[in-house]
Every structure is written in structure tokens, then in C-alpha cells.
């Protein structure tokens, strides 16, 4: 490089346990985005739409729980926030696009 400037590469580090912990939050995310498309009464068959719900549903939910200070706790609490988020996105979504 010219002006003695060096190039620095930038590159994520992402271990495998990180790995691990993205890759169960899209299961989670999933999961609960079928679990609230079934109390919510809506279609179950759009699997995009779903999955789409769900991760939004997921990030809502853990959005709302630090909010308020509260957290999930293990895999069950997860789960429950991020159903509980994403109920909240569908009746959102009802209320306001359809």
C-alpha cells in the first residue's frame, strides 16, 4: 500500500458455539411461528410466511423482555417469549395491513 497505510482484513470470527446458538434461535423462531399461526388461527400452509413470523416473532419477544427487564429462562422460556412476540406480530399485522 502506498502512504504506508496497511490493509487490514476484516473477517467475522464466529466460533461454533455462536454457530450453534444462531442456528437454534431460527429453530426456535420457526417453531414458535407455527406454534402462534395455530392460536392465532391463521394459515399454516404459507411456511415462509411462518418462518418470517416467527424469527420477527423472536426478535420482538426478546425486544419486549428486556424491555421490561425480564428474560427467558432455558429453552422453554424461549420459546414462550417468542410466541408470545410473535402472537404480537399477527395481531399487528391483522390490525394494520389486512
Do not use: H
Not at 497505510?5 to 454457530?19: A, T
Not at 421490561?68 to 417468542?82: D, K, V
Amino acid at each position: 500500500m502506498t502512504g504506508g497505510q496497511e490493509r487490514k482484513d476484516i473477517s467475522l470470527d464466529i466460533s461454533g458455539e455462536s454457530m450453534i446458538s444462531i442456528i437454534i434461535s431460527l429453530i426456535i423462531g420457526v417453531v414458535s411461528g407455527f406454534i402462534a399461526a395455530s392460536l392465532m388461527k391463521i394459515d399454516n400452509s404459507n411456511l415462509w410466511f411462518n418462518c418470517a413470523l416467527g424469527l420477527a416473532g423472536s426478535i420482538v419477544g426478546g425486544m419486549i423482555g428486556g424491555l421490561l427487564q425480564i428474560g427467558p429462562n432455558g429453552l422453554f422460556g424461549n420459546i414462550l417469549f417468542s410466541v408470545a412476540g410473535a402472537c404480537l406480530v399477527i395481531w399487528l399485522y391483522r390490525k394494520f395491513v389486512k
